[in-house]
Every structure is written in C-alpha cells, then in structure tokens.
C-alpha cells in the first residue's frame, strides 16, 4: 500500500487549506534564561490546541502552564533553568 503524503508544506500532520489550520512543533529551549516564564510561539494557536512539554513531560494545561490571552505563548509559574527542554505541539489559528 502506497503513502500518500504525510506532513502538509509547513512540516505540520494536519492538510493543507483547512479551517482547522496545521499542526506545528517548536523547540522553545531557546527562551530559557532561569528567569523567563512565558514562552513565545511563532504563530498564534487555537485555544485548547496546545500541548506543552517540560523536559520530555505533557504538562497539563492549567496546573502550571497556562495559554496567555492572545494565544501566541504558554506562560509557566515557574522559570524553567538552564538545561531544560520546553517543546510544544499546537494547531495554527487561521485566523
């Protein structure tokens, strides 16, 4: 059985020209200073759409990561430290 196309031309899983957006994954590391607790992503994500992961750990949304208001950055009630990982997977809002 052949593989019809995996990954749409953003490198995200869901297709192209959907309402629904694409799904992306950013390496936030980046951001880490030891003082830092929101972390910018590179588009804006649909609300609820967002998977955050501390040092390889699903957080859950909520309990010490949050979704900021304009839904273009997870904020932490903790500053990750050098030498953490903060990676997040989300879908792209359209709009």
């Known amino acids: ?3 019809k196309r ?3 031309d953003e490198g995200g899983t869901l297709p192209d020209g959907t309402s629904s957006g694409s799904e992306i994954t950013e390496d ?3 951001q880490i200073n030891g003082q830092n607790t ?3 992503t590179a588009n804006n994500y649909v609300t609820g759409k967002i ?4 040092n ?3 957080q859950i949304i909520g309990d010490e990561v ?5 839904r ?5 009630d903790f500053a990750p430290l050098s030498g953490d990982k903060v990676l997040v997977d989300y879908e792209k809002s359209t709009s």
């Open 1 to 3: 059985m052949a593989i």
């Open 6 to 8: 995996v990954f749409n």
């Open 28 to 30: 936030l590391t980046n």
């Open 38 to 40: 929101t972390f910018n």
């Open 51 to 54: 998977r955050v992961y501390y």
């Open 56 to 58: 390889g750990v699903r």
């Open 66 to 70: 949050h979704e900021n208001a304009q």
């Open 72 to 76: 273009n950055a997870v904020v932490f």
